[in-house]
């Protein structure tokens, strides 16, 4: 639930802070006071746009925080993201004056969409023109499908259908483009051919590239290895010869001076050296030999592989990994024109799609029964006696949203016949049929916290009695608020808070006041009565509080 909603610089709100409790909460006031003001500022901080005419007059930036008591419903959502979900829940919103929004959610930076998504889980809103939208079957249709908690069904009935229309798109692209990509098969054969004759191996490129280097300067390494074997270890003259007469020197020193030890040391691990290097050459002497048909095969294979490279437009090295590349994309291409394949995948998609629409038609039509019958009985409380109502279901071609469409049926009166919705309904009855809907519908929703914004617009008497007790009775489930200008509605509220609004040095500004117990008798007797506040007014209001 909405714990605390706090506004700064906010059109005609220089600042303000509500604390919120669970229950029926009304907003009341005098017309342009800026009731509505305070729904327009919770909706920014859930993620609506915004722009620089929301600022109050003169002021740098716009602020608004709203702190909610976390659901369960929401606490894996939290959890994905890193958020503690057994902590509050700040939502903060800037707009500065350059036009700029900021949004944050317990003080970590987010974007709208994220703060769209979390608001999902927290409030539904009901606007002042919400009854305007009722007259679109969109509308109708999300209305049916939030009724009956369809909203996975609804979704996964969309994903089938795309699923089907890319098999399909797939399936007619390829009828369509079916020489095309013969050609390009041919293409992929013709160059896989000519790879699997060359056959490259991985690291083949640097190993055959090593050996033709090595056979092409066999007696440059033969003269130079023989030169340094010559230099380490020959009769006369050698490293090997001078290592073992220092070495002679410094053992008869030794025992005149013992730090020449480690000079010692020194020679020693050089004669070890010079003999590992001297036995190592004679290896590698005895292994190499001059062939010249070796070098003739490595020079062939060298130069094999650098024509197919240039052939190909690629490195040497990146031949194997070539080859499996367009035997992939050869697969694919078969693949792809393997029209029994393409066809089979359609008749799956399509199977799949019936078989979800076909739940969610079913679900459609239960959920239809019940809310015919439902707001059928709300009509005969709001001065509608006699009247029925129906979510009628009418089949249509499959789509995305499935095979049926969905529109609403009225009679406003006992006797008459079922008509569109949009056809037959006055204002009046529009605006109570929507009611009727939003809190029917309400009842069903799963967020915690319900606002109505002037949802009771054009209704009065007996029926806003009944108005306030259906919203009462909601705030029994949820946290409702109500902006409204209905003293039936507000005498019905736990919690009653008036805005008013004054000038001063030529500006307007709007405050919020939680009322007391004489609070509300004065504000219920002025929204009786008017701005003249009588004492007849004043008992009115007493006993519609009382009652």
């Not at 009854?131 to 069904?153: E, M, N, W």
């Not at 004669?271 to 050459?281: C, G, K, P, T, W």
């Not at 239960?366 to 109502?389: D, I, N, P, W, Y």
Request: contains cysteine; glycine residues 8%; negative net charge.
């Amino acid at each position: 639930m909405l714990r605390l909603l706090h506004v700064s610089d906010f059109v005609i709100v220089d600042e303000a802070e509500i604390s919120f409790s669970p229950g029926f909460t009304v907003f009341s006031g005098e017309t342009g006071a800026g009731k509505s003001i305070l729904v327009d500022a919770l909706s920014l901080a859930l993620g609506a746009r915004g722009d620089t005419g929301l600022l109050r007059t003169g002021a740098e930036r716009a602020e608004i925080n709203a702190v909610f008591e976390v659901p369960a419903t929401l606490h894996d959502w939290l959890r994905e993201r890193d958020f503690d979900p057994t902590d509050d829940l700040v939502l903060r919103r800037i707009i500065d004056s350059q036009g700029r929004s900021k949004a944050y959610v317990n003080g970590v930076p987010a974007n709208l969409g994220m703060l769209r998504e979390i608001g999902s889980y927290l409030v539904d809103i009901h606007g002042q023109h919400a009854h305007q939208g009722l007259l679109s079957p969109t509308k109708q249709r999300q209305l049916l499908d939030q009724q009956g908690h369809l909203g996975d069904l609804a979704h996964d009935t969309q994903q089938a259908w795309r699923a089907w229309r890319r098999a399909l798109d797939a399936l007619e692209s390829a009828q369509r483009d079916a020489d095309a990509i013969q050609q390009e098969r041919e293409r992929l054969q013709w160059q896989l051919s000519e790879l699997d004759k060359l056959a490259p191996q991985p690291g083949e490129w640097e190993q055959v590239s090593n050996e033709q280097s090595r056979l092409a300067h066999g007696q440059a390494l033969l003269e130079g290895c023989s030169s340094a074997l010559a230099l380490l270890d020959d009769e006369s003259g050698s490293a090997t010869q001078a290592l073992n007469a220092a070495a002679h020197h410094i053992e008869r020193l030794l025992r005149h001076d013992s730090q020449l030890q480690s000079v010692l040391d020194a020679l020693e691990s050089a004669r070890i050296a010079n003999s590992e290097a001297v036995s190592d050459l004679n290896s590698y002497l005895d292994r190499l030999e001059l062939d010249p048909q070796a070098l003739e095969r490595a020079e062939r294979r060298v130069s094999a592989l650098f024509e197919a490279a240039r052939k190909f437009h690629v490195e040497p090295e990146t031949l194997p990994q070539l080859r499996e590349d367009i035997a992939a994309q050869l697969a694919a291409s078969e693949a792809a024109v393997d029209m029994d394949a393409l066809q089979k995948q359609v008749d799956a998609a399509e199977d799949a799609y019936h078989k979800v629409a076909d739940r969610l038609s079913k679900a459609r039509h239960k959920t239809a029964q019940r809310l015919s019958t439902e707001v059928t009985a709300a009509m005969q409380e709001l001065a509608m006696q006699g009247g029925a109502f129906e979510a009628a279901l009418q089949s249509a071609p499959p789509g995305p949203h499935g095979k049926e469409s969905v529109e609403f049926l009225v009679a406003g009166h006992a006797g008459t016949p079922l008509r569109p919705l949009a056809k037959v309904a006055s204002g009046g009855e529009l605006a109570r049929l929507s009611l009727a809907l939003s809190v029917i519908a309400s009842q069903a929703a799963q967020v915690p916290t319900l606002i109505f914004d002037e949802v009771d617009t054009g209704i009065g008497g007996a029926v806003a009695e009944v108005v306030g007790r259906l919203l009462q009775e909601l705030g029994g489930r949820h946290q409702v608020l109500c902006v409204t200008h209905l003293p039936q509605v507000a005498a019905r509220a736990t919690t009653h808070f008036e805005v008013s609004k004054s000038s001063a040095d030529g500006n307007t500004l709007s405050d919020i006041r939680q009322l007391d117990e004489q609070g509300r008798i004065d504000e219920i007797a002025r929204m009786l009565g008017g701005m003249t506040i009588t004492e007849t007014t004043r008992r009115h209001a007493t006993e519609m509080l009382a009652g």
